[in-house]
């Protein structure tokens, strides 16, 4: 029972972002939605947002958990790391507003104000972060091998964040660097 009902929280959580991110997103309709998507930087975030997706749907069939028992402390505890992510991720795409664009590239039109103000005074990547903990919680509340997958969503995650810095720096300078000097990368 508490199974099926995480895995229906989780489902909500996915169809959310999905949701939140095109409302939120520039021209808030399918089309530029889409197309921030299928961005080729974009593609390894998409990636895991459908796995866990499809875990989420297929879990009985296709055998992605570890055990067949239920552990409630596991099932909560991920649960509520989820749930903290997608509250993150959510805030700060939020705080973002207009100027989000695509991971791993900058617009200089679009993303012109550094946004230090919300989850990004204590997270210089509060999105990923939020990001990173919902796909995490949700391999742990379903004790899925898919925890595994954990590490590489993590250096994906790394690989884009470090590019971004790149772009930031060009375009902000000085306030950017000092911004990094008093938030950290992600925690």
């Known amino acids: 029972m508490l199974h099926t009902f995480i895995r229906i929280i989780f489902l909500l959580c996915h169809m959310f972002v999905q949701l939140w991110w095109m409302i939120t997103s520039r021209g808030r309709n399918i089309g530029s939605f889409m ?108 004790a899925s091998y898919g925890i595994f997958v954990a590490i590489a969503f993590a250096y994906t995650i790394y690989q884009a964040v470090q590019t971004e810095e790149r772009l930031l720096e060009r375009h902000f300078g000085a306030p950017y660097t000092e911004y990094k000097k008093r938030v950290p990368r992600f925690l």
């Open 35 to 142: 197309q921030t998507w299928t961005h080729v930087r974009s593609i390894p975030i998409v990636i895991f947002e459908f796995m866990g997706f499809v875990q989420i749907i297929f879990l009985p069939i296709l055998a992605f958990s570890i055990t067949t028992k239920s552990i409630p402390i596991l099932q909560i505890t991920g649960l509520i790391i989820s749930l903290n992510g997608l509250f993150l991720a959510s805030w700060a795409k939020y705080v973002m507003g207009k100027s989000w664009g695509r991971p791993a590239q900058h617009d200089k039109q679009t993303q012109s104000k550094l946004i230090t103000t919300g989850p990004f005074t204590f997270s210089r990547n509060p999105i990923y972060v939020g990001l990173f903990l919902l796909f995490t919680g949700q391999q742990i509340a379903l």
